[in-house]
């Protein structure tokens, strides 16, 4: 895969990551986050940062899938060849 195609990929994700960060900690305050019932020990940097990644993962996942399903058959066939 070229540089182009992975830009194709990251950089929507990584948009949509910050687009779903701006909105989720508008709702959520950072430190009254529980993990199995109790108070996460994390810093608001902490989980921010834990976040961010966790939603530029799951969105650059879909923009692969994306990418990968607009592929022409003829060019996934070559490939696996």
Same mark, same amino acid.
């Given at each position: 895969?070229? %540089?182009?195609?992975?830009? +194709?990929?990251? +950089? /929507?994700? #990584?948009?949509?990551?910050? &687009?779903?960060? %701006?909105? !989720? #900690?508008? =709702? !959520?305050? /950072?430190?009254?986050?529980?993990?199995?019932?109790?108070?996460? @020990?994390?810093?608001?940097?902490? !989980?921010?940062?834990? @976040? #961010? #990644? &966790?939603? +530029? $993962?799951?969105? =650059?996942?879909?923009? $692969?899938?994306? @990418? =990968?399903? %607009? =592929? /022409?058959?003829?060019? &996934?066939?070559? @490939?696996?060849?």
């Amino acid at each position: 895969m070229n %540089g182009r195609k992975l830009m +194709w990929i990251a +950089w /929507p994700s #990584f948009l949509a990551a910050c &687009v779903l960060q %701006g909105v !989720v #900690f508008a =709702l !959520v305050d /950072p430190l009254e986050l529980q993990w199995a019932g109790r108070d996460a @020990a994390w810093s608001r940097q902490a !989980v921010y940062a834990g @976040a #961010f #990644f &966790v939603f +530029w $993962a799951a969105t =650059l996942l879909s923009s $692969a899938l994306t @990418a =990968l399903l %607009g =592929l /022409p058959s003829a060019e &996934v066939n070559r @490939a696996a060849e």
